[in-house]
């Protein structure tokens, strides 16, 4: 099961792609890249010339020892990292 | 990477709807990448093709062409081949599914490419795409597509590729391998070179569908390539590309309807290609690099021979394509010359000769004579059906094409030249242009179909693009803006591009103040322009028919036209281009309106009239058109042209040929009018820069008119002949070109022993000439119908009219021809049930008294029942076929007329002849019959015949009126019914309720106008016949206007220091009122430059509420200062500046004078608006 939460965290990105980052105060390492993929902002909706676009990555990552499956969300317009979901 | 990347998917904007870059772009930035083949996969068609090819051509790119079709009803049972619609599957957690690409409705789409010698199998299966699909919809089905993959052998012409959009792609993402598997196998049985294409766009599940889609191919032992699906040059492009999605579905944006959701489907580098490779293939770097090995390896047998699709890229010996003609076509047409000289009676001429041996010696190493062959065959064949066909353009200057009969103008009566049509130097086919009656051109394009067949024959198309009104229309629709408002929006806007938009609306002062800058509108309006210049939707080509051989469908895809004819994907530049026979058969109202004039002179006088053989030299033609009365003739009507045949004072057909040459944005801006009228009136003597010119200047005073007059003056000043000299004025149009001709002319002419003065002398005419000037063979051929219509007007104007208002050649709406009729003295005579007929007719009336240029006395012209708003065609016919009618009822009963239709017929007067009404009189006295019973009996009838049960009630019962129960209609009422009605005001002018305001202000009638002298400021009122903005020599955006008061037309002309206050009123109103400087332009001509103006209805509301005092403050009030016209004039080569907002280049379809968002108003056209024209501007 997955569980939301959309918290502005912090992110190394290493190659264009998220290589750390840190959530509730712990430091994730990613270790594997599952998916990645954009989708365009609804542009039309905001008085934005160009709202950008938003860029997700599905991500194996691990505190400690445990991995576990995390979905990272960058919004180029704003320049700020989400964790979306994590999966248990 | 060893070698380049080739994209194997590319729509361009010939994708209709769909595509955001043109051909030349992609291919220059696949050359600036590095990449030495591309491909161009439009979607339905091969619009792009051609300039594809020849854009790959310039650039040293490999060419490689395909077509993106979407898949039909497939026969193969439970829907194998993965046709219709795909489950509507999406992800459970909010993402768009980035899967089943384009899954919203759209149906599965394939690729197919022609393999290097496939392009004919290619353009074969595009045509019976769309001869299987609706219009406009192309489908194929596998079947489709194996019937053309290979050659007779077997050999393959076609490579299938089965991409993410394909039946097979969709099964994959959506998990239904089984199918996937099925699909595939029963492609692969069908089609020999088959091959499957992965994509990712970054969107959700792109990279891992692909993964599958490879692996799947792979088990399958089938090959695959990869492709980014582009459809944009840059990433920038994808919002236009979510508009166009959009207006393609007719939805409102949103993400549900977008086929990308992401911004990734643009031309991308090697390397960026290289990274997706990676991606999909997840970091096996053996597997990324077969993928795009096996891409190369399908792009290099796709590669085709640009020669072979474009033949003129080889200019030298271009392989033609001519139609059959049965036998060879040289020595056939050396003996229809040898007959014409016979003929035409030249056959002693040493002249006559020696041209047609020229002629003949060049049409024959150009390998053309077939052409002459065909071209006459199908002249012959429209004259022999009896309709009028003129030649036009520069086939004129040809002897061959006189000898032959194409046309019937002698080149050598005129001095018109061979090489200004053909020359040596000139490359491809010669045009030869054919005017037809415009109501028999589709008959004549019918009978060239049913004489060379289906398989020979297809019409040339032509793109409609994306302008400011249609992108706005668009734009609106696809932002959700109410219907209503988009209209009123678009409508607000000139014709101009559309990438014009935000500049129009800060630069016009119209718009500036019209409440369209709201920051609301700006996102519309930044999408709007960026939608300009793309295709819209493609057309048949007003005139362009192509003739070919039983080839012809290998060589252009043909679709089928609105009106059912086969229609080449190809515009009139790339069928030029691919070597084929195009010949333009144009539609010209003005030779449907003189033959309709004719025959109706044959059926009032029973007098037959032989147009061609009249005289050319009757004095009362002439005068008519010196006093400017020309409105409704060809050529001369328009403001502009009345003023300057009132300068020119013609009395032959050289003249006519002069003034039609003259009035033409070149001549006028190079100021070539004043030293022509000033040396023809004998004020200056005429001057020639030497004498060995004067032959060739004599005809026009010394002055540069025509084209053929500077071929003579370079031929005789530097002896190079005339093919090389036509060569040179070409180059005249641009400044590189002057610089490179004056390099070359100077020394030559200076050899030829020339003093250095008047070398000199004669380059500053040439250079002042620039490009511009006309050709003299077409101002000849457009010469005599503007001749032949001016004499039918002098001397047979009811009929005249008649064809003009039947068949409307010209600028004018209706009612101005109406009021110039009664300025002729020709009674125009209400609609009435016994007299109208299914066009105009003319009737002989009671002739009025005597007027000056009452030419038309005596007779009358009769409202049609065509004329009424909502008729159709069938009920015209019965309603003619049923005359004469005894009462309202039987004309109920026997014409059948839809019930508003009956009414309107009532309401304009249909019915006052037949039951003795006679509206509008001072006194109506209750108890006597009026239109509004009248009117209330077609409800009663209406309501008494149940539908499909005619004549149930007996007579008795609906022939009861009850009479006078309702009040008559006044004057004014009847006249607003005949313009909502009609579109022209019939019983009245309508500025005649407006007599008693226009007296009380003191304001001066057009009849009066040249009793004023010049400098007087004088107020004017009138309704508006004409808007236009002509392009002007200043490079200010001037407006002319016409309106009428009745006693005739007054010309304003409104400067841009004005237009701050006056323009938003001179779109936007229609009866105006207007203070003006009479300026005297000639002996009879005079025009006002207007210094203010007031929509005339204001001022009439004003008077009739607050008194004429209050008029008297409004028009005394002085305008606030305000700017006037921005925008940076266009200037062109020869320091000739136009205004950007003036009518140059923009199409000539722009004639709604419609007035919206005004009820009470006329909403037929009533007036010409020129397409610098705004509308009114909302709010």
């Not at chain 1, 317009?77 to 248990?88: E, F, H, V």
């Not at chain 2, 060569?727 to 001709?741: K, M, Q, S, Y």
């Not at chain 2, 019965?878 to 109920?892: E, I, K, N």
Request: with cysteine; proline share 6%.
């Amino acid at each position: 099961m997955s569980r939301l939460y959309g918290d502005p965290i912090e992110v190394w990105v290493r190659d264009g792609h998220p290589a750390q980052f840190v959530w509730r105060d712990r430091l994730y390492t990613v270790r594997e890249i599952q998916d990645h993929w954009v989708v365009a902002r609804e542009w039309w909706k905001t008085s934005d010339a160009d709202p950008g676009e938003r860029r997700f990555w599905r991500v194996g990552a691990a505190a400690g020892k445990e991995v576990g499956t995390y979905e990272l969300r960058f919004d180029t317009a704003s320049g700020g990292w989400l964790l979306l979901r994590a999966w248990d | 990477m060893t070698r380049a990347f080739a994209h194997l998917h590319v729509a361009s904007a010939f994708s209709l709807r769909y595509g955001t870059a043109f051909p030349a772009a992609l291919v220059r930035r696949a050359a600036e990448h590095g990449m030495d083949t591309l491909a161009l996969t439009d979607r339905d068609g091969l619009y792009g093709a051609i300039k594809h090819v020849i854009a790959c051509h310039e650039r040293g790119v490999r060419p490689v062409a395909g077509v993106d079709l979407a898949l039909g009803e497939s026969s193969v049972p439970d829907d194998l081949f993965g046709g219709g619609l795909p489950s509507g599957h999406r992800t459970g957690h909010g993402h768009r599914a980035g899967h089943g690409r384009g899954t919203a409705a759209e149906p599965a789409r394939v690729v197919v490419l022609a393999r290097s010698h496939g392009w004919a199998a290619l353009c074969r299966l595009v045509t019976a795409a769309h001869h299987a699909g609706e219009r406009g919809e192309p489908r194929v089905t596998p079947g489709m597509v194996a019937e053309h993959a290979t050659g007779p052998d077997g050999e393959p012409r076609l490579t299938v590729l089965l991409g993410p959009r394909s039946g097979v792609g969709r099964a994959v993402a959506e998990r239904r391998d089984d199918q996937a598997r099925a699909l595939l196998a029963a492609w692969r049985a069908v089609v020999p070179d088959l091959v499957v294409e992965v994509s990712d766009l970054y969107g959700y599940r792109d990279a891992n569908t692909a993964a599958r889609m490879i692996g799947l191919a792979d088990s399958m032992g089938v090959p695959v390539v990869l492709t980014n699906a582009v459809r944009y040059l840059d990433a920038a492009d994808h919002q236009v590309g979510n508009v166009l999605d959009a207006a393609r579905k007719l939805v409102p944006l949103d993400g549900r309807h977008l086929d990308d959701p992401t911004a990734h489907a643009y031309l991308k580098d090697g390397a960026e290609m290289a990274r997706v490779a990676a991606r999909i293939c997840g970091g096996d770097p053996g597997r990324a690099g077969r993928l795009l090995a096996e891409t190369r390896r399908v792009a290099d047998r796709c590669v085709l021979d640009p020669v072979e699709i474009v033949p003129l890229l080889e200019p030298e010996r271009p392989r033609l394509h001519l139609p059959e003609v049965g036998e060879d076509p040289v020595p056939l047409l050396r003996r229809r010359c040898e007959e014409g000289l016979a003929r035409r009676g030249l056959d002693r001429s040493a002249e006559a000769r020696d041209r047609l041996a020229a002629e003949l010696g060049i049409i024959e190493r150009k390998r053309l004579s077939g052409y002459f062959t065909a071209v006459v065959g199908i002249t012959d064949m429209i004259r022999a059906m009896g309709v009028r066909c003129a030649i036009r353009g520069s086939g004129a200057g040809s002897l061959v094409n006189y000898l032959i009969g194409i046309g019937e103008v002698n080149p050598l009566e005129h001095g018109l030249l061979m090489e200004r049509f053909l020359s040596e130097g000139r490359k491809g086919l010669p045009d030869i242009d054919i005017d037809v009656e415009s109501a028999r051109r589709l008959d004549c394009y019918r009978a060239i179909l049913d004489r060379y067949g289906e398989d020979r024959v297809a019409c040339v198309s032509m793109m409609e693009t994306y302008r400011a009104r249609s992108a706005i229309r668009d734009v609106g629709a696809a932002m959700g803006l109410p219907p209503h408002e988009i209209d009123v929006i678009a409508k607000a806007f000139p014709q101009v591009r559309a990438r014009q938009i935000r500049a129009a609306l800060s630069d016009l002062p119209e718009l500036r103040d019209s409440g369209l800058n709201d920051r609301s509108l700006e996102t519309v309006f930044r999408l709007a322009e960026r939608l300009d210049g793309l295709p819209r939707h493609i057309a048949l080509h007003p005139c362009g028919v192509l003739i070919g051989n039983s080839t012809l469908r290998d060589r252009t895809p043909v679709e089928r036209s609105l009106l059912e004819f086969p229609m080449s994907q190809f515009d009139k530049d790339d069928v030029e281009e691919a070597g084929l026979l195009k010949l333009d058969v144009l539609g010209v109202r003005m030779q449907s309106a003189l033959a309709y004039a004719i025959q109706e002179v044959e059926r009032v006088e029973n007098r037959k009239i032989d147009l061609d053989a009249v005289p050319r030299d009757d004095t009362d033609t002439y005068d008519m058109i010196r006093l400017s009365r020309t409105i409704g003739c060809f050529q001369i009507e328009s403001p502009g042209q009345r003023e300057l045949v009132a300068k020119l004072e013609p009395r032959t057909m050289h003249d006519l040929i002069v003034d039609i040459s003259l009035f033409r944005p070149g001549p006028v801006n190079s100021d070539m009018v004043t030293p022509y009228l000033e040396t023809r009136h004998g004020f200056r003597e005429p001057r020639y820069p030497h004498e060995s010119l004067r032959e060739a200047l004599t005809e026009t005073n010394g002055v540069v008119v025509f084209h053929e007059q500077v071929m003579k003056v370079i031929d005789v000043m530097t002896g190079s002949g005339l093919s090389e000299a036509d060569r040179a004025r070409r180059a005249l149009g641009t400044p590189e070109g002057r610089a490179a001709v004056r390099a070359w002319f100077v020394p030559l002419a200076r050899e030829n022993g020339y003093a250095p003065d008047v070398v000199d002398q004669a380059w500053k005419v040439l250079d002042a000439f620039g490009g511009f000037g006309f050709c003299k063979a077409h101002a000849a051929a457009f010469a005599l119908p503007t001749y032949q219509s001016a004499w039918l007007k002098r001397h047979h104007t009811a009929a005249f009219l008649a064809g003009v208002l039947t068949h409307d050649p010209g600028m004018y709406p209706s009612r101005v021809i109406l009021d110039e009729a009664r300025r002729c003295g020709v009674d125009v005579l209400p609609l009435d049930v016994n007299r109208s007929g299914k066009t105009w007719l003319v009737e002989r009336t009671e002739p009025a008294e005597e007027n000056p240029g009452g030419y038309g006395r005596g007779y009358g012209l009769r409202v049609p029942f065509s004329a009424v708003r909502g008729v159709s065609e069938a009920e015209v016919d019965r309603m003619v076929a049923g005359r004469p009618y005894t009462s309202l009822a039987d004309f109920w009963e026997r014409a059948r007329p839809s019930r508003p239709v009956a009414e309107r017929i009532v309401e304009v007067g249909g019915f006052d002849a037949l039951h003795g009404l006679r509206p509008g009189e001072p006194r109506w006295r209750p108890g006597r019959l009026t239109r509004r019973d009248l009117i209330a009996q077609v409800g009663a009838l209406d309501r008494g015949s149940p539908a499909g049960a005619e004549g149930q009630l007996p007579m008795g019962f609906t022939e009861h009126v009850a009479p006078g129960e309702l009040p008559e209609m006044t004057e004014a009422e009847a006249v607003e019914a005949e313009l909502e009605i009609l579109g022209m005001d019939v019983s009245r002018h309508v500025m005649d309720f407006y007599r008693d305001l226009l007296d009380a202000l003191g304001v001066t009638r057009a009849r009066d106008l040249l009793r004023q002298r010049n400098g007087a400021e004088i107020l004017v009122a009138g309704v508006k016949v004409a808007t236009q903005t002509p392009a002007v020599r200043s490079g200010q955006r001037v407006i002319f206007t016409t309106v009428d008061d009745s006693t005739g037309p007054i010309d304003l002309t409104f400067f841009e220091s004005v237009q701050a206050h006056t323009a938003a009123t001179v779109f936007g109103s229609w009866l105006l009122a207007a203070r003006g400087v009479v300026r005297r332009t000639g002996g009879r001509a005079v025009s006002l430059r207007a210094v203010h103006c007031w929509n005339l209805a204001d001022l009439d509301r004003v008077w009739r509420t607050e008194g004429l005092d209050a008029v008297r403050a409004v028009i005394s009030e002085v305008p606030a200062p305000g700017a006037g016209v921005g925008g940076r004039p266009i200037e062109y080569g020869n320091g000739f500046r136009v205004s950007p907002y003036s009518d140059n280049g923009a199409p000539p379809a722009a004639r709604e004078g419609r007035f919206l968002g005004h009820p009470g108003e006329p909403q037929r056209r009533l007036w010409h608006a020129s397409s610098g024209s705004s509308g009114p501007s909302p709010g």
